[in-house]
C-alpha cells in the first residue's frame, strides 16, 4: 500500500508541473509582442544587451584551452559526484567497494599523469625553443 502512496504522489507532481508549463507557455503567447517583417525595424531584429549597440561580430574563436578546461571540469566533477555517493554507502560495501572507489582513483590518476605528460595543461604562453645556427663560412664578415 505504501508504494501506491508514492506512485500518486509522483503522478501528482508530474500533473502539477504539466499545468503550470502549459500556464507559462500559454501566457506567453497571449501576451508576448507579435511583430514581423517590416513593421519590426533595424532595432528589434538587432541582439540586444544592457543598452550597448553591438559592434563588430559576436561569433569569437576561442581558444582550445578553454574547451580542455570545460572538459576537464566535466571530468572532476563526475568524479567528485561518484565518491560522494560512495561515500554515503561506505560501510554497506565493504572492501569490495573500497577496492571498486580504489581503482577508480587510480585510473584516473593515471590518466591526469598521461594528460600532464601530453601537455594538455600547459596554458601558459608557448616558449619558443629556436635552433641555435652556427655561422656559414661562405659569407664574407
Not at 75 to 89: G, H, M, N, R
Not at 119 to 139: M, N
Request: charged share 10%; with cysteine.
Amino acid at each position: 500500500m505504501e508504494n501506491v502512496s508514492n506512485i500518486w504522489s509522483i503522478f501528482t507532481y508530474v500533473v502539477v508541473i504539466g499545468i503550470v508549463m502549459t500556464c507559462m507557455m500559454g501566457l506567453s503567447a497571449i501576451t508576448g509582442t507579435r511583430r514581423s517583417g517590416r513593421a519590426m525595424g533595424r532595432s528589434m531584429s538587432m541582439p540586444f544587451e544592457s543598452g550597448i549597440v553591438p559592434t563588430g561580430s559576436a561569433h569569437l574563436r576561442l581558444p582550445v584551452q578553454y574547451y580542455l578546461v570545460a572538459m576537464f571540469f566535466v571530468i572532476f566533477d563526475v568524479e567528485t559526484a561518484i565518491l560522494l555517493t560512495w561515500a554515503t554507502v561506505v560501510t554497506e560495501t565493504g572492501w569490495i567497494g573500497y577496492g571498486a572507489v580504489l581503482a577508480f582513483i587510480v585510473l584516473l590518476a593515471i590518466s591526469l599523469a598521461y594528460l600532464w605528460r601530453a601537455g594538455a595543461l600547459d596554458w601558459g604562453p608557448q616558449v619558443r625553443l629556436h635552433a641555435v645556427t652556427a655561422p656559414r663560412k661562405d659569407r664574407a664578415t
